[in-house]
């Protein structure tokens, strides 16, 4: 009988434990929802623009995500961003910063150092966990292919130019993470994207990736799937790069968020191929 009792107790205490661990994925899964309700429903349409993106967290939620701010004058802000962390506290992170981003966007609409300082001096004013986000932010004009950006510690993008000798360009980095500084500062820098040429912001999940032997997929192995592309269309380029990243794990689990973003472009009067 007292075996009897003991494996009862043991059962009980299975069962409890059990109720916590469904309802904590229970919950997960519900701030997963939330948080993906957060992003773009789709990308905004520009005549003579693609614009295409993905996400695909690792776990139920994620620190990556992405943006696009509508601003006066047929600009748009730009946003590829990634929190320093996993779990509900990069999802929170993340939630707070989009709001900031957007709440101050409007006030700034070609001084995007300032909404990073702002945004900066908020996160730190307003919580203290020792997590940072870094993040791109780029103002585009679509009617003269003008970028006005400053990047805080996000991986750098890489803008492929078809023509010409200028190649494959990567926007320099312009300063510390987010929530790192209260004396942080940033630089503004300036890029035309010209007709024909692409624009590419990714997390670093992307370069990250791993196959089973342990291999990165890397910065070299992103660009040359990209650079043997060029000429198709947005979308297109996108699924090749997601596709070959899946091939590149193969059984490998997805260890990090990947969030990618292509803007391409268009020469007046040529189509893109597929």
């Known amino acids: 009988r007292e075996r009897d009792l003991e494996i009862s107790g043991f059962l009980n205490q299975a069962s409890r434990a059990l109720n916590v661990v469904n309802l904590r994925r229970q919950e997960l899964t519900l701030a997963g929802r939330v948080q993906a309700s957060l992003l773009p429903d789709k990308p905004p349409a520009m005549p003579g623009w693609q614009i295409e993106a993905t996400w695909k967290p690792a776990r139920e939620t994620s620190g990556d995500f992405y943006d696009f701010v509508p601003l006066p004058n047929n600009r748009f802000g730009i946003v590829m ?9 990069a999802a929170l992170l993340m939630a707070l910063t989009r709001t900031l981003i957007r709440t101050f966007a409007p006030d700034f609409p070609i001084h995007p150092e300032q909404l990073l ?6 996160i ?88 089973p032997f342990g291999e990165f997929l890397g910065e070299e192995g992103m660009l040359n799937i990209i650079q043997t592309r060029i000429g198709q269309s947005a979308i297109s380029i996108q699924e090749a790069l997601i596709t070959t990243l899946v091939d590149f794990a193969g059984a490998e689990s997805q260890s990090d968020d990947i969030t990618l973003m292509t803007i391409l472009r268009e020469r007046p009067g040529e189509p893109h191929q597929d």
């Open 124 to 211: 730190l004013a307003d919580i203290d966990t020792g997590m940072f986000v870094t993040l791109f932010y780029g103002v585009l004009e679509p009617e003269t292919g003008l970028l006005t950006y400053s990047n805080a510690g996000h991986p750098p993008p890489f803008l492929f130019n078809p023509d010409g000798a200028s190649g494959t360009i990567a926007l320099p980095d312009s300063g510390m993470p987010l929530g790192v500084s209260e004396d942080a500062l940033w630089q503004k820098g300036i890029q035309e994207i010209l007709p024909g040429s692409m624009l590419l912001l990714y997390t670093d999940g992307v370069v990250d990736a791993q196959n």
């Open 81 to 89: 961003a990634d929190v320093v962390d996993k779990g509900m506290g």
């Open 117 to 122: 300082q702002v945004t900066n001096q908020r």
